[in-house]
């Protein structure tokens, strides 16, 4: 048998919930990194980093997960999430104008109600954080929504 999982804390960040969330469909899918990677064409040291939060996965990763682990669109919404987290917490989001402070704030609202699910003793993510999550996209509005954020031209 393989080595033991490291601890997760999905509560940490959305980051850390998304590896959380990756590992809990990887787990229930009955596969191991080293069987999921070449269908989701990754390395299995990639899928492990993600799933500690040690790497961001990228949009074409979450969605070939998605469909292999048929979560019907849970990591890819997810991977929103993660990208707006990022740029929120980057040096340039925090002078940037109110775009990104509208971001910064829908993750701090995140952050609460993934921190609301955690226990000290609970390691994967909780039945119905998904449905709370999606709720919580549907009702945060346009301006405050991750999705629209545009890639910044270089």
């Known amino acids: ?26 787990l229930a899918a009955g ?13 299995p040291g990639l899928l492990d980093k993600v799933e500690r939060a040690q790497r961001f996965p990228s949009v074409d990763l979450a969605a070939r997960c998605d469909a292999e682990l048929h979560a019907d669109g849970a990591l890819t919404r997810l991977h929103g999430l993660v990208v707006a987290q990022r ?35 609970q390691r994967e993510p909780s039945d ?7 709720l919580l996209l549907a009702t945060a509005g346009p301006d405050s929504s991750p999705s629209p954020l545009k890639r910044r031209r270089r």
């Open 31 to 43: 596969l191991s990194t080293r069987h999921l990677a070449p269908r989701v064409l990754a390395s």
């Open 87 to 121: 740029e929120a917490t980057r040096p340039h989001a925090r002078r940037a104008g109110s775009a990104h402070s509208e971001v910064a704030r829908f993750v701090e609202v995140l952050q609460a109600a993934l921190a609301d699910f955690a226990t000290p003793v």
């Open 1 to 26: 048998m393989g080595r033991a999982l490291s601890p997760l804390t999905p509560h940490a960040s959305v980051a850390h919930f998304f590896g959380a969330e990756l590992r809990h469909r990887r």
């Open 128 to 134: 119905g954080l998904m449905e709370r999550i999606d």
